[in-house]
């Protein structure tokens, strides 16, 4: 296996893709490298146990052992006694082993899943609630002081070196939360809170998606986690929590305006405006963020335009409204979310 | 070669014995003649037929699938369209070809194999394969009419409730599910009667088949896991149509309830369809290492254990839901147990075939592909029981790869084996060894090609169920690779087909026994009539056919002028009493059609459960009508 | 032949289904205007002279995936802060059989998108009009105007945080 997965990986790579920012193999923190070492373990015993039944599958085929007599099977359809012994040892000798290694196997497991348990329970924890929406991320920091409770969308940042704890939950359907590089999967079921606690020790960019089939745009609800250092966490929190930034320019106050008097407010909240909508993402802070549509397409002035134009082209069965802006009032639009860093 | 002999013993009026046997087992002529048909050969024909179309239709959905996954952000399907397809390609798989298909192929060979004459209950046998057949149909009208199923062929609620899945298609799937339940449960009830009591005389349970102890435990996993099964799609079917709240978690219903009852019937549901294959690389194995089974006990008691441990494991489908650290341990374990038994079997396949003398023959060659893939399968389950790796592979391409190679390795490939194997006593004719072993190297070259890299792929992150993927995550190339893989395995299919229909037209004539096999189907003719034997043979050893011809022994004293045949005691298989078998009959047919309008209307409007068991119930009157003596009423 | 046969009838008769199966999920660019608040006058008036109106037919009617794309509208835009789920509140119940403004389709849709005295604001200029004949649709559903075969028969309505179902069962029993 690992034979094949190099010369694959390596043709992923000259295709220039970002494989390792939504891989199970490339651990950016200890929850993750501890299932990464565990699969390793696992692929490398697997793999001589393979190679060993391949091996007296081939020999089946070519011969038996020196010793073994030969019978005329024809005749009497049976091995002689001997033979028969002989491989009697053989096979309970590889049922022996069997169960010995499955029981390495399970312990190694085990032992994984409760080396990953303790790793939750550290202090100074950062609480995130996340909740599956068809088809995005809803991201909320839970904070004692209601002030420092930050919503957004589809991107999470988190502090190096501390442990995140994350609350699942769903508004609509059963949704997954997987972030590869972190840790593995969490169901986000309705009615319930899951719980799962994820830590970056690198900086980076890691990407994840839903893993639950959860409906026609399942396939476009991706999230980053950004993980930082502890200083540029904190910086990153006190811009959030501000309120939107005004317009200053003549074109973003337009834009405000038809935001403000489209549908868009129905579902769209903007702290600091009169826009208060819970239905789809905050947009507070939309221009600070990587992309559009939970992560579908990179955020860009073009994409954002093709996304209010014909929100159903770029991710059909979304429940994003379609409306006939004004071409002329499209572009102080998108200026006005693109300037809301 | 001795054992080319069959059981035809030599006694004074034999001619006119088999003219009366023959009189009545004729089949009755004409349309209403041909849907009254209660033969095991020919309900047994019509369920492998039916479920063959499907494997092509489910094959069909899969190239589609391929063509979209072909390459980043390809608009050949629309989400709608795709969702409906991966639906209906798990739900044709899984309901509509690999369960029928097993249930056919034990149907057309149990009776034979245990020397008998029929199944024990050939009317509900009938029932059985009409009320599979008009699932098909039910499901395929919706498919037909935009209401193909779009939620996956486990249906989680709430996805699947009447909210997030308006219209009929959920209903459908749930339908559908009814159908195939009532269908599978009349096959486990007949087979389980054939096995416990029809056999051969002296045909001990140390002395079955090891394919015939494969149906019997399949059977029993079918008796205790499909029920749960119905409890599952009742909840959705009575929570979109009558609006009740077992599932509805805003009410306190309970989706994971859902997902538990489901997986308690999903799993077993996975050995229900592996282990009758295992069944046929045995036979298989037998037949073409030309010796005795190596282990034949620990083969038997690691099948049974299989059976037992497969209801122990449903919960590793669902380790992402979030468990205590002792249930996921104890699931852990157990879903490891299954490796220990698995393990078993093929040790002891491959010391058969290491001590035998194997001729390696098309169903041969199949054996072994089998053995390299669900080798691999078997491995990659052992990770996906380890709960830590499951939360990284669940849901992803790796599960995929995991049970395409478990499925089409451990069930497939031995299917294939065995239409090798038995397709020469089921026609009369051989398959023509070459295109035989072209067809096995192009399905063996393209499934791998196909599955393969998707382990690679779902630990690059790939999730299933995802309708197209972007660009920049680099998994492009794997899945163009892996959809020419699956164009592969279609030629493979042409293969196999263009096989059977020339070799079915002028393949050579098989004769009786032309594999040197060891077992009581090989005793007859091929085809053959409708009454099996001629004279019901005996069984002196656990290898019939590998006796001495001087040992053999058979029955005669049934009377011939009707469908009689012997009663045997469960144990010894001693002889007890003799049985008529009741003769072709309508009113299976017509049940099934009273049960279809009550099943398919209560869809629509709830009072069709009345309507449709009303007149049910008036079909069975006529089903039960007495007819006189002539005729024993089963 | 048989089945051959058999899955032509049966396909036909199936046709019938295929208007409640449809996903449009791509609104034609017809249904994406905005109506003001003259745009579509009518002529009906509460005990007025009847005149014969020009049939305007709801493009989602009978259509499962509208109906309930409806009912997630109707409590996006807070209809039911009013209407409650149909039994009315603030605002009129949406279950009955007399209409004060007319319970035709192009009637509800004039109501939503004109606004009427006492509470009901004008929806006219702010939500597109494929997303009203949706509400449409589902409002006419509530009087089992749609036919049953494309209705759910339920909702899901979701209380996300279990808390509060734990209070309303505890409530309950108090």
Not at chain 3, 113 to 131: D, E, F, H, L, T
Request: hydrophobic share 45%; aromatic share 12%.
């Amino acid at each position: 296996m690992k034979r094949a997965a190099v010369p694959a990986f390596a043709l992923s790579v000259l295709y220039g893709c970002a494989w390792h920012q939504q891989s199970a193999l490339n651990p950016g923190g200890p929850q993750a490298a501890k299932i990464d070492t565990l699969w390793w373990s696992f692929f490398w015993l697997l793999g001589v146990i393979f190679i060993i039944v391949m091996t007296v599958l081939l020999l089946t085929l070519t011969g038996r052992r020196a010793n073994m007599e030969r019978e005329a099977l024809e005749v009497t359809h049976k091995a002689s006694p001997q033979t028969e012994s002989q491989t009697r040892r053989i096979v309970t000798g590889a049922t022996i082993i069997t169960i010995l290694i499955l029981f390495v196997l399970i312990v190694a497991s085990v032992g994984t899943g409760k080396a990953i348990a303790d790793l939750g329970f550290k202090k100074n924890p950062l609480t995130i609630q996340v909740t599956g929406n068809q088809w995005w991320w809803e991201i909320q920091y839970i904070n004692g002081d209601a002030s420092q409770t930050l919503v957004t969308a589809n991107e999470m940042h988190i502090p190096v070196g501390r442990p995140v704890q994350i609350l699942g939950q769903s508004q609509d359907v059963i949704h997954s939360f997987w972030v590869p590089n972190l840790h593995g999967k969490r169901d986000l079921i309705p009615s319930r809170t899951t719980n799962e606690w994820i830590e970056a020790d690198q900086p980076g960019a890691y990407r994840g998606q839903c893993a639950e089939f959860c409906g026609l745009q399942h396939a476009h609800m991706a999230l980053w986690v950004i993980a930082e250092p502890e200083d540029r966490f904190d910086a990153w929190m006190r811009a959030q929590l501000q309120p939107a930034a005004s317009p200053s320019t003549q074109e973003t106050i337009r834009g405000q305006q038809v935001f403000l008097n489209n549908a868009c407010v129905f579902c769209h909240q903007i702290r600091g405006t009169t826009a208060g909508g819970q239905n789809a993402p905050d947009l507070t802070h939309f221009g600070s963020r990587r992309g559009i549509a939970a992560n579908t397409v990179p955020n860009t002035k073009g994409n954002l335009a093709g996304w209010i134009v014909d929100p159903q082209s770029m991710k059909p069965g979304n429940h994003m409204a379609t409306i006939a802006v004004n071409s002329t009032d499209l572009q102080p639009l998108v200026d006005y979310l693109e300037s809301l860093k | 070669m001795t054992a080319t002999q069959d059981f035809t013993p030599q006694i004074p009026n034999q001619a006119e014995e088999v003219e009366q046997l023959h009189r009545s087992w004729r089949h009755p002529r004409g349309v209403l003649g041909w849907l009254s048909y209660t033969t095991h050969q020919a309900i047994g024909t019509r369920y492998i037929i039916t479920a063959f179309i499907m494997l092509l239709t489910g094959g069909a959905e899969a190239l589609l699938m391929r063509t979209q996954l072909a390459r980043p952000n390809n608009g050949f399907l629309s989400p709608d369209r795709y969702n409906e397809i991966f639906t209906t390609h798990g739900t044709t798989m899984m309901f509509l070809f690999a369960v029928p298909m097993m249930e056919g192929m034990a149907i057309y060979l149990v009776p034979l194999m245990c020397g008998t004459r029929n199944v024990a209950f050939p009317r509900l046998n009938a029932f059985g394969y009409w009320m599979f057949l008009f699932g098909v149909l039910f499901l395929y009208w919706g498919v037909f009419t935009n209401a193909a199923p779009d939620v996956g062929w486990f249906a989680y609620p709430p996805l699947s409730g009447p909210q997030f899945t308006p219209g009929k298609r959920t209903d459908y799937w749930a339908q559908m599910i009814t159908f195939t339940e009532v269908s599978a449960l009349c096959v486990a009830t007949e087979i389980i009667a054939t096995i416990f009591k029809m056999r051969a005389p002296g045909m001990s349970l140390n002395r079955m088949p090891l394919y015939v102890w494969s149906l019997l435990i399949q059977s029993f996993m079918v008796i205790f896991a499909m029920p749960a099964v119905v409890i599952a799609s009742s909840y959705l079917l009575s929570d979109r149509t009558v609006a009740t709240q077992f599932v509805n978690p805003a009410e306190g219903g309970d989706p994971i309830l859902y997902q538990h009852v489901f997986w308690f019937f999903g799993h077993p549901e996975v050995y229900i369809i592996f282990i009758p294959a295992l069944g046929f690389v045995s036979a298989i194995v037998v037949a073409h290492a030309r010796r005795e089974i190596f282990g034949y006990t620990a083969m038997v008691l690691a099948q049974i254990a299989n059976g037992f441990i497969a209801f122990g494991l449903w919960v590793h489908h669902m380790f992402a839901t979030g468990l205590p650290q002792i249930g996921e341990a104890y699931f852990t374990a157990s879903s490891m147990m299954i490796a220990i038994t698995s393990g078993v079997q093929i040790f002891c396949w491959l010391a058969t075939l290491w001590t035998g003398r194997p001729r390696l023959t098309t169903a041969l060659h199949f054996i072994y592909g089998f053995l390299v893939i669900f080798v691999v399968g078997g491995l990659t389950g052992v990770v996906l029981a380890s709960v830590p790796l499951d939360w990284q592979v669940h849901d992803t391409y790796f599960v995929v790869a995991h049970f395409h190679y478990v499925l089409i390795g451990g069930a497939l490939f031995p299917l294939f084996g065995a239409f090798y194997h038995w397709f020469p006593k089921i026609t009369g004719r051989m398959m023509d060894e070459k295109i035989g072993r072209l067809n096995f190297w192009v399905l063996f070259i393209g499934f791998n090609l196909t599955f393969f890299p998707m382990h690679i792929q779902g630990l690059m992150g790939m999730p299933r169920r995802v309708y197209t993927y972007p660009a920049e995550m680099g998994w492009g190339p794997l899945n163009f690779i892996e959809t020419i893989g699956a164009y592969i395995i279609g030629i493979g299919g042409i293969l196999f087909i263009a096989n059977v229909v020339s070799s079915h037209r002028s393949g050579r004539i098989a004769g009786n026994n032309p594999w040197d096999a060891d077992s009581l189907e090989w005793a007859t003719a091929s085809p053959p009539e409708n009454y099996n034997f001629e004279y019901l043979p005996v069984a002196t050893s656990r290898y019939p056919l590998w006796v001495d011809r001087s040992e053999r022994a058979f029955v005669t004293g049934l009377r011939n002028d009707r469908r009689e045949a012997l009663v045997t005691t469960l144990m010894d298989a001693e002889p007890h009493h003799r049985y008529v078998f009741p003769a072709s009959s309508i009113w299976p047919f017509i049940t099934a059609i009273a049960v279809t309008i009550g099943f398919a209307g209560s869809v629509f409007n709830p009072w069709y459960i009345v309507w449709g068991s009303v007149l049910s119930g008036l079909a069975l009157v006529g089903w039960f009508w007495p007819r006189g003596d002539s005729e024993a009423e089963s | 032949m048989r089945i051959a046969a058999s899955a032509i009838i049966i396909t036909l008769l199936g046709l019938t289904g295929c208007q409640r199966e449809k996903r449009d999920i791509r609104p034609s660019p017809a249904d994406l205007a905005i109506y003001g608040d003259a745009a579509k006058e009518s002529t009906l008036r509460p005990g007025g002279p009847v005149t014969p109106q020009p049939v305007v037919n709801n493009p989602y009617n009978a259509s499962s995936y509208d109906i309930s794309e409806g009912q997630r509208l109707f409590n996006w835009y807070n209809c039911s802060g009013c209407h409650a789920n149909g039994g009315g509140g603030i605002g009129p119940p949406l279950i009955k059989k007399e209409w004060t403004y007319g319970g035709e389709p192009a009637n509800i849709f004039d109501t939503i998108v004109k606004g009427r005295p006492n509470g009901m604001p004008s929806w006219g200029g702010r939500i597109p009009a494929y997303q009203i004949w949706q509400i449409v649709a589902y409002v006419r559903s509530m009087n089992g105007e749609q036919p049953t075969s494309a209705t759910p028969t339920r909702a899901d309505t979701i209380q996300t945080n279990p808390q509060n179902l734990v209070n309303r069962v505890s409530g309950q029993t108090k």
